[in-house]
């Protein structure tokens, strides 16, 4: 297997990412990993670290996707870009998976552009871990690629969700509910009133009802659906969780748990190949934990099994 890192990616590439490609050699038992990006940077940044280049095959590209850019135009305009790149080598399979903290939206504009949209997909999805109190996970999505959704494209989230907590997650038989105002069945906007029916007359997962946002960190679902708007505004709230306790100088393990380091990015649900997209401000232990997450999505072979479900 061979997976490709953009190493121009994020707020403190490209050392951060070339430090956290070396932690994830040393944990990736046999596997590839393809470093994308300014390669003379990253030989100094090995060399000085005393790590040999011979661990890592490299392609080197001249050019950067910034983080404020406009993701269509720069995809387009900057096709030696580290993210261009990575995309190409992903479409002509010479990689197997891409990740990247650089700019959102031009991975999924890559993504989508590229190794395209599964057939029968609507919309594409961004996920991300959700910690329970009791331990074990949650998965919530879409947060963030898509702001507005129609009521179909909330029940496509439900099938991608179940099939990521099923086989990268290993959770039989997964809960699915409906992020909403309240529980009963008639509550929410327009578009939680339009979605519970699908949701409650599909056999596609195991929905069972409508979630309140203070039943995210318990155990009442495995999956919680929403648009990207509200997604992202929970997902932005979560990751604070983590910076307040340590401004305020006390520890807590199921706190510690919304360490963003830990799950090292979200998965992009719905194109025809694993893409992992990073926090902007990953550390090089947040790099390596994106790259052992591209491995999990190959070796579960879920691209596969989404195929098969929309087919």
Same mark, same amino acid.
């Given at each position: 297997?061979?997976?490709?890192? #953009?190493?121009?990616?994020?707020?403190?590439?490209?050392?951060?990412?070339?430090l956290?490609?070396?932690?994830?050699?040393?944990?990736?038992?046999?596997?590839?990993?393809?470093?994308?990006?300014?390669?003379? +940077?990253?030989?100094?940044?090995?060399?000085?670290?005393?790590?040999?280049?011979?661990?890592?095959?490299?392609? !080197?590209?001249?050019?950067?996707?910034?983080?404020?850019? !406009?993701?269509?135009?720069?995809?387009? &305009?900057?096709?030696?870009?580290?993210?261009?790149?990575?995309?190409?080598?992903?479409?002509?399979? !010479?990689?197997?998976?891409?990740?990247?903290?650089?700019?959102?939206?031009?991975?999924?504009?890559?993504?989508?552009?590229?190794?395209?949209?599964?057939?029968?997909?609507?919309?594409?999805?961004?996920?991300?871990?959700?910690?329970?109190?009791?331990?074990?996970?949650?998965?919530?999505?879409?947060?963030?690629?898509?702001?507005?959704?129609?009521?179909?494209?909330?029940? &496509?989230?439900?099938v991608?969700?179940?099939?990521? =907590?099923?086989?990268?997650?290993?959770?039989?038989?997964?809960?699915?509910?409906l992020?909403?105002?309240?529980?009963?069945?008639?509550?929410?906007?327009?578009?939680?009133? +339009?979605?519970?029916?699908?949701?409650k007359?599909?056999?596609?997962?195991?929905?069972?009802?409508?979630?309140?946002?203070? #039943?995210?960190?318990?155990?009442?679902?495995?999956?919680?659906?929403?648009?990207?708007?509200?997604?992202?505004?929970?997902?932005?709230l979560?990751?604070?969780?983590?910076?307040?306790?340590?401004?305020?100088?006390?520890? #807590?393990?199921?706190?510690?748990?919304?360490?963003?380091?830990?799950?090292?990015?979200?998965?992009?649900?719905?194109?025809?190949?694993?893409?992992?997209v990073? !926090?902007?401000?990953?550390?090089?232990?947040?790099?390596?934990?994106?790259?052992?997450?591209?491995?999990?999505?190959?070796?579960?072979?879920?691209?596969?099994k989404?195929?098969? =479900?929309? &087919?």
């Amino acid at each position: 297997m061979k997976i490709g890192l #953009d190493i121009m990616g994020g707020d403190y590439a490209p050392k951060a990412t070339v430090l956290g490609a070396i932690e994830a050699y040393k944990v990736l038992s046999g596997h590839t990993l393809v470093l994308i990006g300014d390669k003379e +940077a990253a030989l100094c940044i090995l060399h000085e670290n005393n790590f040999s280049p011979d661990h890592f095959e490299f392609v !080197h590209t001249t050019e950067v996707i910034g983080m404020g850019e !406009h993701p269509t135009k720069a995809v387009v &305009q900057k096709p030696d870009s580290s993210i261009s790149v990575g995309f190409k080598l992903l479409k002509e399979g !010479h990689i197997q998976a891409f990740s990247s903290a650089g700019n959102t939206g031009a991975m999924l504009v890559g993504a989508m552009f590229s190794v395209k949209t599964i057939p029968g997909i609507l919309r594409p999805a961004i996920t991300t871990i959700v910690p329970r109190l009791k331990g074990g996970i949650g998965i919530l999505l879409d947060v963030g690629a898509n702001a507005d959704c129609k009521p179909e494209v909330l029940v &496509q989230f439900g099938v991608l969700g179940s099939l990521m =907590a099923k086989n990268v997650y290993n959770i039989d038989n997964p809960r699915v509910a409906l992020m909403n105002i309240g529980e009963e069945e008639e509550k929410g906007n327009l578009l939680c009133q +339009a979605t519970y029916p699908l949701m409650k007359d599909t056999g596609l997962f195991n929905f069972i009802g409508n979630a309140e946002g203070r #039943d995210l960190f318990g155990d009442m679902a495995d999956v919680f659906v929403c648009d990207g708007f509200t997604g992202n505004i929970i997902l932005k709230l979560a990751e604070s969780f983590y910076a307040i306790t340590l401004k305020k100088g006390f520890k #807590d393990d199921f706190f510690d748990r919304f360490n963003y380091e830990q799950y090292g990015g979200s998965p992009i649900l719905g194109v025809n190949a694993p893409v992992i997209v990073g !926090h902007g401000i990953s550390t090089p232990e947040a790099i390596k934990n994106m790259v052992l997450l591209s491995k999990d999505m190959v070796e579960s072979e879920l691209v596969s099994k989404i195929t098969e =479900a929309f &087919q």
